[in-house]
């Protein structure tokens, strides 16, 4: 089974410039989400999608970050603009059902660096 | 507001020795808690769970133990290999359809 792919792995932008990831689950998933997770720290939820539809994004900072899943399979992040506290391991990881119980498997990240 | 907390983050142990590894949590309505293992340059990896109605649960050589009233579960990896250098992260959701909060992580390195 192929696991949870990421692209691209690394990207390094200057601060007010635009950046886009994308993610592609494990096949059959139901379940998508992006961590942001800042160098010493645990990953923290930005946004979660079960099929196409947003089912928590309470902690995503909408004036510049976007995420679509648009088929319920691939999704992309995005940052417009970037502010340099941006900087971070941004990972993608997907679940079989709905989260809270459900093992996540994640992908193995996009380092973004904003000079 | 961190509601996970791995208050040691890091741990250096000799290879064939136990590792322990700790997890604190604030929120008294999570129920159930994960560990991941994350080798550099690459994600999480799923270790072990743990739901609220046990108290142990043993997976070969990793045993995580849950202390409800105290709020505080443990890593044990007996014995300890160098390949389990790593850092590890504990997680905890307060059920379906909740969202996990992660520990800051602790870096364990097995001597050999």
């Known amino acids: 089974e192929a696991g949870v792919a990421q692209s691209p792995r690394y990207k390094i932008i200057e601060k007010r410039q635009s950046v886009a990831f994308w993610c592609n689950p494990i096949?059959?998933?139901?379940?998508l989400y992006w961590y942001q997770q800042i160098l010493g720290q645990g990953p923290k939820l930005l946004i979660q999608?079960?099929?196409?539809?947003?089912?928590?994004d309470s902690q995503l900072p909408k004036d510049r970050f976007s995420a679509e899943r648009l088929k319920g399979v691939d999704s992309t992040l995005k940052i417009q603009p970037a502010k340099l506290e941006d900087s971070a391991v941004y990972l993608c990881?997907?679940?079989?059902?709905?989260?809270?119980?459900?093992?996540?498997?994640f992908g193995p990240g996009t380092r973004l660096t904003v000079l | 507001d961190q509601q996970v907390k791995q208050n040691s983050p890091s741990l250096s142990v000799q290879e064939g020795r136990i590792s322990i590894l700790n997890c604190d949590y604030t929120?008294?309505?999570?129920?159930?808690f994960l560990w991941y293992k994350k080798y550099p340059a690459e994600g999480p990896t799923f270790l072990i769970s743990i739901s609220s109605i046990k108290d142990k649960n043993e997976d070969g050589r990793f045993t995580v133990f849950l202390n409800k009233s105290a709020k505080h579960l443990s890593l044990h990896i007996v014995p300890s290999q160098p390949g389990d250098s790593a850092v590890y992260f504990c997680a905890a959701s307060a059920g379906t359809g909740n969202q996990f909060y992660f520990g800051t992580g602790t870096s364990l390195t097995v001597i050999p």
């Open positions: 929120n008294s309505m999570f129920d159930y």
């Open positions: 990881a997907s679940s079989r059902d709905s989260g809270g119980t459900d093992t996540q498997y």
């Open positions: 096949s059959g998933h139901a379940t």
């Open positions: 999608f079960q099929n196409n539809g947003v089912v928590d």
